[in-house]
């Protein structure tokens, strides 16, 4: 498969200047983003989610997740949730599921795009298939796809991550019993 047809004249039909790139099949935004070999936060993934208010297509840099309260009082919602397969072929019907261009606003669903990836000049993004995707300004997609733009993102590994780190240098900074230093210190003067 190629770039979407829809995409493509809607597109053109905008006179922005994109270009269209191919890759080797991947289908993590961290595989496309390395493919590209652009960093993540240029990368904008696109995950559609269902709220009580209906889809909303939201666009955020490969480094990071989304932030679901967050997003949820972005777009003042009372749930959100990551939508299915099944729901994706439903409303992308002439795209990869999973590929999805950051223009939901050509399938009447409206985006949200994530503040972040305004610091980005450019960015890369599917463009309908998992070998294909479009380089343009941020400035040229926020133009087109009017999205609502806010703050609702954490980075991959999160909190957890951040706590797990934070151990591991406590423990490494801790001072080793005596009897454990001579231990290594005997170890290191038999190897000699």
Same mark, same amino acid.
């Given at each position: 498969?190629?770039?979407?047809?829809?995409?493509?004249?809607?597109?053109?039909?905008?006179?922005?200047? *994109?270009? $269209?790139?191919?890759?080797? %099949? +991947? *289908?993590?935004?961290?595989?496309? $983003?390395?493919?590209?070999? +652009?960093? =993540?936060?240029?990368?904008?993934?696109?995950?559609? +989610?269902?709220?009580?208010? =209906?889809?909303?297509?939201? %666009?955020?840099?490969?480094?990071?997740?989304?932030? %679901?309260?967050?997003?949820?009082?972005?777009?003042?919602?009372?749930?959100?949730?990551?939508?299915?397969?099944?729901?994706?072929?439903?409303?992308? !019907?002439?795209?990869? +599921?999973?590929?999805?261009? !950051?223009?939901?606003?050509? *399938?009447?669903?409206? %985006?949200?795009?994530? @503040?972040?990836?305004?610091?980005?000049?450019?960015?890369?993004?599917?463009?309908?298939?998992?070998?294909?995707?479009?380089?343009?300004?941020?400035?040229?997609?926020?133009?087109?796809?009017?999205?609502?733009?806010?703050?609702? &993102?954490?980075?991959?590994?999160?909190?957890?991550?951040?706590?797990?780190?934070?151990?591991?240098?406590?423990?490494?900074?801790?001072?080793? !019993?005596?009897?454990?230093?001579?231990?290594?210190?005997?170890?290191? &003067?038999? @190897?000699?």
């Amino acid at each position: 498969m190629a770039i979407s047809g829809r995409l493509k004249e809607f597109l053109d039909a905008a006179k922005v200047k *994109y270009s $269209a790139l191919k890759h080797p %099949v +991947v *289908y993590t935004a961290q595989e496309i $983003a390395a493919a590209q070999h +652009v960093p =993540g936060r240029q990368l904008a993934k696109s995950v559609l +989610v269902k709220t009580d208010a =209906g889809p909303v297509l939201v %666009v955020l840099p490969a480094i990071a997740l989304i932030d %679901v309260k967050k997003l949820k009082a972005l777009l003042r919602a009372k749930t959100a949730t990551i939508a299915k397969e099944a729901d994706i072929k439903e409303r992308f !019907p002439d795209v990869e +599921v999973g590929a999805m261009s !950051p223009f939901g606003n050509l *399938y009447s669903v409206p %985006v949200a795009v994530d @503040r972040s990836l305004e610091a980005a000049e450019e960015i890369v993004f599917n463009a309908g298939s998992h070998t294909d995707t479009i380089k343009m300004r941020f400035r040229d997609f926020a133009a087109l796809a009017k999205p609502k733009a806010g703050a609702f &993102t954490k980075p991959i590994g999160g909190q957890a991550a951040k706590k797990k780190r934070g151990a591991t240098k406590r423990a490494a900074a801790r001072p080793r !019993p005596a009897s454990s230093v001579r231990r290594r210190a005997k170890r290191s &003067t038999r @190897r000699r």
